[in-house]
């Protein structure tokens, strides 16, 4: 998406002008008396599957039993 507006425009609509760039990437030129003076440009989405790879020491870990349980007090052993 290319696009020019004014800065009142910009001002007035700047919420939706973001929302379109979100959606469609692109840049909105921003001129004052037809002058380009700024330019609001999409940035690139981080891709987050780094973030969804399971971590190798991680995840050889085994919960057994119910941890959202209270400890009885014998649970504890020495620690109280």
């Known amino acids: 998406m290319f696009k020019s507006v004014n800065i009142h425009e910009a001002k007035t609509n700047l919420s939706q002008l973001i929302m379109n760039l979100?959606?469609?990437g692109g840049?909105?030129?921003?001129c004052r008396y037809g002058i380009p003076v700024?330019?609001?440009v999409s940035?690139?989405?981080k891709?987050?599957?780094s973030r969804l790879r399971k971590h190798p020491i991680l995840s050889k870990?085994?919960?057994l039993g119910d941890i959202t349980q209270p400890l009885d007090p014998e649970d504890w052993g020495?620690?109280?």
């Open 47 to 49: 891709k987050t599957m």
């Open 22 to 24: 979100e959606k469609q």
């Open 61 to 63: 870990i085994k919960i």
């Open 27 to 30: 840049q909105v030129i921003i």
């Open 78 to 80: 020495d620690l109280i």
């Open 38 to 40: 700024a330019n609001l």
């Open 43 to 45: 940035l690139e989405k």
